[in-house]
């Protein structure tokens, strides 16, 4: 049988583009309601997508140490939205971010067994460690750990998570009314862990979740990143824009995971795009340069030199990018040096890659008719360069509509993609077996061995 794609929606307040909220389309008042979510998810859900993405920073943005006025932020709480949502939809898989950088992994752990309890299986978790150093500011710290450190702790982090969700087996519920027995204590064990961040003894209060574990997601883009993804990450959210690196990047994973014993086929790739449909080119391309003409101008320097980590407010925007400067004052990012290596291939200016940083943050864009995007994501899967994609409509809800009503029926025709929801879990969406219990405590013995 052909590879099928794997879609993913990954939401946004208002929309990818930075100005997709003003769009006349969007309901700006509605960006903080439950109906905004919803309508997005019910959408999804009615693509068939396998899940819907909800990510966190912990932070906001600034400019000079103030408040920005002109960004959309009503970045509600991941856990929390998807928990409601998972009343309002039946297979769609809800996927939230959680930093393992200012968190308990006890609390995390229960957090997402609730949520996989909940929504009967759909839970997943993208596992970040966060970047950004403003974020530690909010967390009783004066900077971000290192980032090897940041990723040592996260491992720890996952593995008194996995041993947490495998304190019970799945055979230790009895709930036997007649005699009383809830559980078999001979089948739920404490996990005792005691590591260099964390000391857990267990075992979890919440009976094994339904899928075993939720599904661990993971996007680093720095090599101890790719290596924490390569180690447990069942998904891998990306963002190459050229067919040659994401086909590198999905072999590359594929050889990292094989140092940790894993499989391709236990790894689902998908990076992201950002498509602006229009019923001919003609009409796509209008659409874009409508949105683009919704970006104020303080807005695109701006989003510009936040992302960079380096003032170019003063600079002429006409002049080009000075990349070499940028590299040489701060070692970049891994986001930072993908927007860097594209404003080198391209040339741009300090205005041009405002406007590519403005319309999807670096990721893939694409300006088309439904037929020509449905002939990207085909070439893509049969290149090898994904496994399918995570959506990020420019402005939500019409954009990511076009997509569910004129792209989805062709990937469905070309035999590219489910007619149907064929399983009710999330992993069963993506393919990926249930852990068995124990089954990464086991790995990470061979691993150390
Ligand atoms: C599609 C995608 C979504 C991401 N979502 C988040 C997020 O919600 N929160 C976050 O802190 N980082 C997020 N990241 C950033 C990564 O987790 C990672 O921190 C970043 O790529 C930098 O890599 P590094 O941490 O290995 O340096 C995301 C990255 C990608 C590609």
Redesign the pocket.
Known sequence: MTRQLHLGL?IYPGGHHIAGWRHPSVTAAGLSTLDFYRTAAQLAERGKFDLFFV???LFTRERDGRFFGRQAISNLDPVSLLSTLSSVTERLGLVG?L?TTYHEPYAIASKFATLDHLSRGRAGW?V????EDKAALNFSRDRSME?ADRYIRGREFIDVCTALWDSWDDAALLRDQATGQFCDPALIDRIDHRGDSFTVRGPLRQPRPPQGWPVLVQ????P??RDFAAAVGEAI???QSRIEEAREFRSSTHARMAGYGRRPEEVVIMP?LSPLLGSTEAEALRLERETGDLVHPDVGIWMLSENLNFPLYERDPHDLLPIEEIRRVKKP???ADTLLSEAARQKLTIDGAARFIARSRAHQNFVGTPEQLADLMELWLKEGACDGF?LMPPYFPDQLAVFVDQVVPVLQRRGLFRKEYEGTTLREHLGLAKPVRGQFQRRLARSAA
């Open positions: 990954f990510g966190d920073t971010t930093s993208n970040v460690t966060t970047w980032k996007a680093g883009g720095s101890p990143g959210f990306t963002a992201g990012t891994a986001n995570n």
